[in-house]
């Protein structure tokens, strides 16, 4: 009896032990991770189509790579190359802007589809601070932000410092 005894506390301590950490990973846990985003296409481009309240920059933008991630907490990652105007829109050629970055700086915006107060759904945009970005259009970032609980469907958007999008997260 007493081995039984012994060895049903030794099951419960182990389980107790799985299930305790098992929570504290899902606190800390991923809810987003990407490896690729997409440059702002027209008819994306300014407040006519603007996703999620965000419009997009006034001309198309064009990137080579991109890669982050957003866990539950608020800590946020992201990296980008080569986040560019489009190189071959007309405009941009005409302005002498195409395959240029012309903003020496972006901020990353997370939009998250929550609720308020009463439970009504609302749209909730969350922004960086600014970060240096280079004339390639190279720039990283480490940060935190206060996320919406809960936050569903996020979309992490790569903006202007006015928060126009250039890069979001799909594909």
């Known amino acids: 009896m007493k081995k039984f005894f012994i060895g049903m506390l030794a099951a419960v301590l182990v389980l107790s032990t799985f299930f305790m950490t098992r ?12 490896s690729s985003m997409i440059g702002v296409p027209r008819p994306f481009t300014g407040a006519t189509n603007a996703i999620r309240g965000l419009p997009g920059g006034g001309l198309p933008w064009v990137i080579g790579a991109a890669e982050g991630k957003l866990k539950a907490n608020g800590e946020l990652e992201v990296a980008v190359r080569g986040l560019l105007i489009d190189p071959n829109d007309p405009t941009a050629i005409t302005r002498g802007l195409a395959g240029t970055n012309p903003s020496a ?3 990353v915006v997370v939009s998250c ?18 970060f240096p970005a280079d004339a390639m ?7 935190s ?16 410092p006015t ?8 594909n």
Not at 28 to 34: A, G, P, Q
Not at 113 to 130: E, F, Q, R, Y
């Open 163 to 170: 928060g126009s999008w250039f890069a979001a997260t799909g």
């Open 105 to 107: 700086n972006f901020k």
């Open 23 to 34: 929570s504290a990973m899902a606190i800390e846990s991923k809810i987003l991770e990407f």
């Open 137 to 143: 259009g190279n720039a990283e970032v480490e940060t």
């Open 113 to 130: 589809m929550s609720k308020d107060a009463n439970g009504t759904a609302v749209t909730s945009n969350v922004s960086t601070d600014l």
């Open 145 to 160: 932000v206060m996320l919406p609980q809960p936050c569903i469907a996020p979309i992490v958007f790569v903006t202007s």
